[in-house]
Nanobody, 115 residues
Framework: QVQLVESGGGLVLFGGSLRLSCAASGITFDRYAMGWYRQAPGKRRELVAV???????DYADSVKGRFTISRDNAKNTVYLQMNTLKPKDTAVYYCNADLGDMQYWGRGTLVTVSS
């Protein structure tokens, strides 16, 4: 059974930092590209950051320079370090595992940035 379990969300002040984690089980983790997406109230889910099997990364323009995605294949875990958080970063953040023809989602973790 595949499970992606996010953690690390919460309430943070404008300008603060959070580190999200996503622990994967039931998949061969190092075969998957891993990503973080987010969905704000009333908006569509959007890509935040992805990290390929080889470690290359890509980011949404809105988070470049503030967020960093990383992975630890030994721990089957992907991370999202979020710095200089803004109220517009408020959303549910979802972990994604993508093998091309197969992908999986976590249940999400809520990040709230207050001004």
């Amino acid at each position: 059974q595949v499970q992606l379990v996010e953690s690390g969300g919460g309430l943070v002040l404008f300008g603060g930092s959070l580190r999200l984690s996503c622990a994967a089980s039931g998949i061969t983790f190092d075969r998957y590209a891993m990503g973080w997406y987010r969905q704000a109230p009333g908006k569509r889910r959007e890509l935040v950051a992805v990290i390929a099997r080889g470690g290359s990364t890509d980011y949404a323009d809105s988070v470049k320079g503030r967020f960093t995605i990383s992975r630890d294949n030994a721990k089957n875990t992907v991370y999202l370090q979020m710095n200089t958080l803004k109220p517009k970063d408020t959303a549910v953040y979802y972990c994604n595992a993508d093998l091309g023809d197969m992908q999986y989602w976590g249940r999400g973790t809520l990040v709230t940035v207050s001004s």
